[in-house]
């Protein structure tokens, strides 16, 4: 039953789409935003809370907060309101918080960062995959095209890269081109 609500609300969805895009692009942003939300719900509650405080603590509110907690801690301080100041300048008792807070702040925004590293890398990889795999088809079409040219007897211009192009590219040549050049570059400098 759960399965045919989703068919249902995906033939809604359908039914909505921008005429404009391709049905194949409607599809692969489905499955991109299907991706990203399985990736949050298999996030650990460790994993939630580390991504809710850092995502409070990168926003501009936050700072407000800290202003409004300052001034009020400063100005209790102070003793202009009769109230014995807990905390006298040069306000240790709230260095001591802020530095806890710091401490812990940085701890959650790595366990953020750490998180979106790995999804990064995922993504990254399946990008690779996905490239490659685009050369070797791509490869193959020049390759079958070469031999319909050659059955029809279409003589090649002299100055075509097709023969380049039809030879297999392999990712670890191209990143050892690249770092060749690289070394190259640097010894220059």
Do not use: C
């Amino acid at each position: 039953m759960k399965q045919s609500q989703s068919f249902l609300k995906e033939d809604e969805a359908q039914e909505q789409d921008n005429p404009a895009l391709s049905k194949v692009i409607e599809k692969n942003i489905r499955t991109i935003l299907h991706l990203r939300a399985k990736a949050a719900r298999e996030r650990s509650l460790q994993g939630r809370l580390a991504d809710a405080i850092t995502s409070f603590s990168g926003r501009m509110i936050f700072v407000y907060v800290h202003i409004v907690w300052f001034g009020i801690w400063i100005l209790l301080n102070t003793g202009w309101f009769g109230l014995r100041a807990f905390d006298p300048f040069p306000y240790g008792l709230l260095t001591m918080i802020v530095s806890l807070e710091a401490i812990f702040l940085s701890t959650f925004v790595l366990i953020s960062q750490n998180r979106i590293g790995e999804e990064t890398e995922r993504r990254a990889d399946l990008d690779l995959h996905i490239g490659l795999l685009t050369e070797h088809e791509l490869t193959r079409v020049l390759q079958m095209l070469d031999a319909i040219q050659d059955k029809l007897n279409i003589v090649d211009h002299e100055n075509s890269d097709l023969a380049d192009l039809e030879m297999e590219t392999k990712p670890e040549d191209v990143l050892a081109e690249i770092h060749r050049l690289q070394a190259i570059e640097l010894g220059k400098r």
